[in-house]
């Protein structure tokens, strides 16, 4: 008897759809494709995948990056403290990520079981996506946050963002991606409670709540026909 279904079965059957990333790899990429390609067709909302998959692939990155810092300065507890909160030690950790050290963060992840999950599913025709890591964001990253996704509400694109973003201290750092989301949600003719992110003392979860109606099409071609220059 086997232990997992398919997703076209957990499709069928109307039950979640689980996926563990220890990395972002490839395959973990053409899993999440195949996932939203497979339920979007179901519910004829096929063209939705761009925004959606680049939207839930951001995400990813996030919830996986947010591990393999837990493990880095895990393994510095020995240091001060004070530093290792510090902007500086920020830096550091994502100089040695570009060293090529991602494919050992991703061991070392699996030897402590982090893994970022997605989960999947539909209900009333609601596509249900949660991005959940076992690691709490930091009172300033919850800040930078909520900072980004209020100011990104009010904005038309990236570069209203940037102009009205001005005194924003973290408006070039890290949760940039979330912006970039918030825009695509909109574009779709969603609010900010169909996109969200809550982080207790032990996880963080993003959740996304996408409406599978010919009414999120239309506003997603619509978005597309004003943004697509016209030709001459």
């Known amino acids: 008897m086997r232990e997992y279904m398919t997703i076209d079965e957990a499709i069928e059957q109307n039950k979640k759809i689980i996926i563990k990333a220890y990395s972002v790899s490839e395959s973990i990429e053409y899993f999440l494709k195949v996932a939203l ?20 692939k951001e995400l990813v990155v996030n919830a ?4 393999h810092k837990f493990i880095y300065f895990e393994g510095r507890k020995s240091y001060d403290s004070v530093f290792f909160n510090s902007e500086k030690a920020l830096q550091l950790f994502k100089l040695e990520m570009t060293r090529g050290d991602a494919r050992y963060f991703d061991l070392l992840a699996r030897k402590q079981n ?3 999950m997605i989960t999947m599913s539909v209900i009333d025709s609601i596509l249900y996506i949660d991005v ?3 690691t709490p964001m930091s009172d300033i ?29 973290y408006k ?10 918030t825009m695509m949600f909109k574009g779709m003719g969603l609010s900010q409670k169909h996109f969200f992110i ?11 709540h996408v409406p599978l ?20």
Do not use: W
């Open 37 to 56: 390609t497979k339920v979007l067709h179901a519910y004829s909302c096929d063209m939705l995948l761009i925004p959606l998959y680049t939207s839930v």
């Open 64 to 67: 996986v990056k947010a591990n």
């Open 114 to 116: 982090l893994y970022a």
């Open 132 to 134: 959940e890591n076992p």
């Open 141 to 169: 990253e919850k800040e930078a946050v909520t900072k980004k996704l209020t100011i990104a509400q009010d904005c038309q694109d990236i570069t209203d963002y940037f102009i009205q973003a001005q005194e924003d201290d």
């Open 172 to 181: 070039e750092g890290a949760g940039l991606g979330l912006v970039l989301i």
């Open 198 to 208: 809550d982080s207790d003392f032990e996880k963080t979860i993003a959740s996304m």
């Open 213 to 232: 109606t010919a009414t999120t099409i239309q506003e997603y071609k619509k978005r597309l026909e004003e943004t697509t220059p016209k030709s001459a």
